[in-house]
């Protein structure tokens, strides 16, 4: 809250641009899967109900990807993007918290697509210790957590926990040498700078369909 | 995908407002329960790192709620929010699908915080049904689905099930009158004019964290 307006402002670029390039990726997959060799920005943006000014200007700021009267090829631009999003090497992840929210978010199907590896969970409880999610993934003792990071080279911990118990589990991934934190759970929470924490707020999606109801319009929507 | 253009976009400001909105509600939720009395656009934007122009654009577009000298009553633009997201009514929600994300949405604490009730859930497996959530939520066939629907005018449904079975939970869902769905499931579905469907994808969130740890960027973000 008191860095500069300038590294601030920077800094949120980058947070939209990242998600935004997520969700090329995640068209760009859909397009290889029907066999589609390339596209152009107008296409894409049709089709998956984007802005194709933003799709060029966004790809244009990592390098030239677009070929004059082609367009994009879909799996060189799926390569590329892997490489920006950092998903040429698999990524792994902790989930912390064994309720229903840690085992769906530790079997949900779309993180392994993607690269990413769910390599343990954490949990406090002892009756939930040493059992494991329906995809195999492990429970382990919360007491083992820094041991675990170390060895398992963790880069991502995820947070199902209560509101509560947040903040410390927040400090005791830091101090393991966690730099990456996603959050499920409601709350501010505070991180030392060089290490990023990323909210996931469920209630604005739902507030979103809400908004639509009240004022009479609906719509197909793919955010 | 057939729509206008002009539709589309002014449809993509909507959604993007909605969810903007929502986020500016959450801060003001805090500060009230911080005790502050009024806000300026500056001091809000600084504290939840959003921008003041466009706080103040969003607001202006529903009504003049800032005061000159003052900036927001905080409780005030709390009330106007919440008519504006439709919250100023239980908003009635049902969860399809009964497995750990299923569980987890029902039981989520954002959603009650903010008026939503969630009413039922439904699962078509035999075992669950007859079952509770941790928070009490029943687990009902999904044969009753209809009946249930109209009965308890359930106005928005979740859907957390598997992929293969989504388009037809959505197919069930839209012939028993909802208009607005929230999917978690991936891939794409259909769904006919007039109903609104937003997808969540987790895996968004998590790439934006690989996206920063390739870069070697880090900070706080709120987003």
């Known amino acids: 809250m008191t860095r ?53 200007k966004d790809l244009a700021y990592f390098g030239e990807f677009g070929v004059r009267g082609v367009g994009y090829y879909v799996r060189e631009l799926k390569r590329h993007l892997r490489v920006i ?63 675990v990071v170390k060895r398992e080279r963790i880069d991502i911990a995820v947070l199902a926990v209560p509101a509560s118990a947040a903040q410390e589990v927040v400090n005791v991934a830091v101090a393991a040498g966690i730099r990456a934190l996603l959050n499920f759970s409601p709350g501010a929470l505070k991180v030392p700078p060089g290490v990023k924490l990323k909210n996931v707020d469920l209630t604005v999606s739902l507030e979103s369909l809400s908004f639509f109801l009240a004022r009479g319009e609906a719509d197909e929507d793919e955010g």
């Open 4 to 56: 500069d307006k300038a590294s601030k402002s920077g800094d949120q670029v980058s947070e939209l641009t990242a998600s935004r390039l997520s969700v090329y990726l995640r068209c760009l997959n859909a397009l290889d899967a029907a066999g589609v060799k390339s596209v152009s920005s107008k296409t894409l943006a049709e089709q998956f109900h984007l802005n194709a000014a933003q799709i060029r």
């Open 85 to 147: 999003l950092g998903l040429d090497r698999t990524v792994r992840v902790a989930v912390v918290g064994a309720g229903n929210l840690g085992l769906a978010l530790a079997d949900y199907p779309g993180f392994r697509q993607e690269g990413f590896e769910i390599v343990a969970m954490f949990d406090s409880e002892r009756g939930k210790v040493g059992r494991k999610s329906r995809t195999g993934v492990r429970i382990i003792e919360m007491g083992e957590f820094r041991k």
